[in-house]
C-alpha cells in the first residue's frame, strides 16, 4: 500500500502555488538594453552581411531563422529538423556562420527553437573559435567559453520583431516509428513479439502548434489481442504548448491519445536553476475510445467505441539532474488511468543520443520495476525541410517491465518533454564542451 | 577430441593472422574483460575492475551442466545458455542485465531467469593501492540463484612493455539467506596474464579452478574459451560499444 496522503492536494497545491509565482504578463518584463544600446543595435545592423548569412542559413534547410546584432555580438534564432541531434545541429550550424562573419564579432549566441518557440540559448566566444580552428590546442579554451542557458529573455527581447526567414510553420514532416512490444514469462510460449510500424505526420501550424496523426500498421504480432492484429488509429491529435515568463511552459492537448484513450491534456512545466530541476504537473480529462470496437478475445467489430469523458487524472513530477553524468533522477507521485494512484522512481542517463535508465513503481494493485532504452535509429541527417518532407525515425523506445502490475498511462503527442531533455542546458553545454568532434 | 584440436589450432592461426592486421587489442585495466556471467570478471570471478563509463556490451556464453547455479533435473538439459547486457552507467558503477535458459531440455521453463548484477568501484587502481569494488548479484527477483556480495581487489603489474599480469582477490557471501546459491561463497581469487593479443585466465572460484584463454577482435568484440574445474569447456562471445564518443 501506498502511504496515505490525499493525492490531490499533493497535486493541486504545487500547481497553484507555480500559477501564482508566474510573473503576470512577458510584456512587462523589463528589457535589459538600454534605448542607446537599442540605437546601438540599429546602428550595427549589417547589410549586405546580414543578406549573405541569411542566405547560407536558409540554403542549409534552417527554418524560422531570426538574425540580429549588437556591436560585439551576433545573435541568431533557429530551429531544427534537419539533423536528428541538437547538439550536432548546433555544431553545424556554428561551423557554418563563423567562416561567413570571420572576425566582426567577439561572440555568437544561438537561440535554439521548437515549433518557433524559444527553448535555449548558447553563447560561445568566436575569437575562442577561431583560436581553435588554427590550432587543436586551444579547444580547451574555446570549449569554456561555451555557455548555456534557459534565460534567453535580453537575446530574445531583440530578436523576436525580426522577420523570420523560411518560416516552419504549415510544413508536414512525415516519417515511420518502430514499435517493439513483448510479453515475457507466459506459458506456453515464454516470449511474444509484437512489431508495429507507426506511419506518422507531423503538421506544423502556427507558434508552438502541431497536428500528429498516425496509423498503427501491424507487421509480427504474437500477442493475443485481436484487435492488434488490424491497422487501426494510432495517435491523432493536436497540440499547442506556449513559453511563459521564468522559463515556464503550458503545453494543451486534445485529440485521440495513445492506449485507448481520448480527451485534453494539460501540462506545466516550470525549469529551474538552469535546467537543473524541472517541476512537471499534468492533468488529464479523458474517456476510453477503441477503434475497431474490442471483445475480450472475441473477433474485434469494426467501428469506433467510445465512453463518455469521465476520467480525471493528474500527476505531478520533480526531476533532478546531475549535469556531470547527464543523470536525471525522477520522483513523480499522482493518480493515472483507471484511477490508479501510484508513485514512481526513475533513474535515466542520456549517453548522448542513447537514454538508459532503471525504474520502480508503486501503486495499490502491486509493486513494478525494470528498465527503459531509448536507441537512435538510422540516418543523422535529414533532407532539407520542405512543404512536405520524409524523414527517418529518430529512436527506438524500449520499456521491460518484470511483473505485471503495470500503471497504466498515456501519451497526448505533447513532445516539448523530449525536448527539454535534448535541450537541456548542462546536457547541450556537456556536448558541446566534451567534443573534439566540431 | 580430434575435431577439437583441429578447431583450437584454426583459431590460434585465425588469431595469429588477425594481429598482423592491427585488428586485436589487449586487454588493460582500462579496458577490462568480462567473465562469462557477463560482468567485468577473470572466468566465473569477478574483478576490481568496472566496465568503462559509457561502454555497452552484450553477448552469450555458454555454461555446462554441473556448473550452472541453476539444477534443472532434467535428463535432456545440457547446460545454460546466459544472454546478457553489460553497462558502464556511471564511472563509479556497473550494471549487467542477465538471462539464463536452459539448453537441450524439451520443458518450458519460462523465459528464463532474470537477474541484474550491481557493481560499485571504492577505489580506483593507483601505483600502490589496488581496485576495489563491491558487487551484488541478483538481490532482486523471485528465486535468488546467483546471489552474492562481495568485496573484490584487483592490481596489474607490468611486466614489460607488452606484457601485464592482473591479480584479485575477494570474498563473497549471501546476504539473503534462504537462496540456493552456492556461487562465490567464500574467497576466491584469479590471474590475467595479457601479452599481446593473447590472454590467459587462471582461477579458484571458491569451489573449483577453471583456466581460459580470452581475446578481444577489432577492439569489439570478445571471444573466451574457458575450461571449467579443468574438465568442461565452455565459452562466451560479446560485442562492445561506446555510448560516449
Redo the contacts between chains.
Sequence with gaps: MIPKVDIKTLFILPLAVLLCSLPVGAQSLPTPYTPAQEEMTKQYRFGGLEDSLLTALKASGWLNIRVQSTADKLIIAFENRTYRFEARAIKALVKEVAPIIGNRYKTLALIVLNRNVPIMGVSLSLEAWNAFLHDAQAFPAFANSIHTTMSIHSDWQLLKNQPITQSGALRTEAYVDPQLRMGLGGYPKPVLVQVNLLPTANIYLWRGAQFKAQAIVPIFNQLPIPEDKLIRPGLIGINQYFRLPGATFLGLSAGYFTNYVYGAELELSKIMFNGRFIWRNKLGYTGYASFPKRLGLEKPVPGWQVSLLANLDYRSSLEYRLAKYDLVAKVEAGRYLYHQNAVKVSVVRQFQETDIGFFAQKSAQGANYGFQLSIPILSKKYGKPQRFQFRSSKSLPYTYTATQYVVEDYQSGNDLYLFLKKLNPSFIQNQLRNSLDW | MKMMKQSIRFILIALCCLSFGRLVAQLSPEQPQRALYGNTGTILTPTGYLSPD?Q?AFGVSYIPQGYTQINRREPLWRGDRVIYAN?G???FLE?T?RLTSPDGSKN?????D?SLFLRGRITKEKKILPAIAIGLHDV??VVGYHHVAYLVGSKSVALNSSTQLILSAGYGAKIIKNVPNTYLQGFFGSASWHWKFVTLNAEYDAKKVNAALYVRVLKKIDFHLAYLDLKKWSGRVSMQLK???
Design positions: 559509457g555497452l553497462l552507467l556511471l564511472p550494471v542485465f518450458n521453463f519460462g523465459i528464463g532474470r532482486v527477483g555510448l560516449l564518443k
